[in-house]
């Protein structure tokens, strides 16, 4: 064996996906890395700091696989980095607006706030 050979076999790699979409545009990046990466240099790596200019990893929070994780973390072969955008609106707020629009509509229990019982005696 040659040297390169025992370098390339010594050096392990991860093949590792970078996600990231807005409403009109998606991307997710292949890319192979260093065995001890962590997921910042990963992000950046993969070049889709490029791709999407918004993104800014002080704010942004990033996750592995749907579970949040940090920048330091190492990634491991299979890994899915994703990128994650802000809120625009709290989803309980939104989710309070809506029950009680099904409450003034009368597609809710004005008491329970539950689905209005057709078979219940009106009082």
Do not use: H
């Not at 949040?68 to 990634?75: Q, R």
């Amino acid at each position: 064996m040659t040297e390169q050979t025992v370098e390339q076999i010594s050096e392990k790699t991860n093949q590792v996906e970078v996600v990231y979409g807005v409403p009109t545009k998606q991307k997710i990046l292949t890319i192979t890395t260093a065995d001890d990466t962590s997921v910042e240099q990963a992000i950046n790596e993969s070049n889709i700091l490029a791709i999407f200019d918004e993104i800014d990893l002080l704010k942004s929070k990033v996750g592995i696989w749907n579970k949040a994780c940090k920048l330091t973390d190492i990634v491991e072969d299979g890994d899915r980095i994703e990128i994650y955008r802000p809120l625009i609106a709290d989803p309980k707020e939104v989710r309070k607006r809506r029950a009680e629009k099904a409450k003034l509509e009368g597609r809710a229990d004005k008491v329970t706030g539950g689905r209005v019982n057709k078979l219940r005696k009106k009082s």
